[in-house]
Nanobody
Framework: QVRLEESGGGSVQAGGSLRLSCTAP????????MRWYRQAAGKQREWVSS???????SYGDSVKGRFTISKDKAKDTVYLQMNSLKPEDTAMYSC?????????WGQGTQVTVSS
């Protein structure tokens, strides 16, 4: 079973930056569209950003201009660079891989932004 692994979360003050990483040991995600989601306590999961197989990126309105998704094919790793963080960005961030008819999730990494 494929399991994605996220890392890079932590606690930061408002205005700070974090970079999240998503890997899949033993599995290549180079033929998958990759996505980041987040879920704050008591709220529904929210789509954050996507990168397609051919590198096209898209972002949710709440993070546009502050977050950047990228992919290192050689390392088979997807990143989410988060700048100008706000307290409302506090959430569990998870990556997902959309591979043809299958979708894989990671367990997530917590991001906490204090004011």
């Amino acid at each position: 079973q494929v399991r994605l692994e996220e890392s890079g979360g932590g606690s930061v003050q408002a205005g700070g930056s974090l970079r999240l990483s998503c890997t899949a040991p033993g599995f290549t995600s180079n033929n998958c569209g990759m996505r980041w989601y987040r879920q704050a306590a008591g709220k529904q999961r929210e789509w954050v950003s996507s990168i397609s197989i051919d590198g096209r990126t898209s972002y949710g309105d709440s993070v546009k201009g502050r977050f950047t998704i990228s992919k290192d094919k050689a390392k088979d790793t997807v990143y989410l660079q988060m700048n100008s963080l706000k307290p409302e960005d506090t959430a569990m961030y998870s990556c997902g891989a959309s591979c043809r008819d299958l979708f894989y999730w990671g367990q997530g990494t917590q991001v906490t932004v204090s004011s």
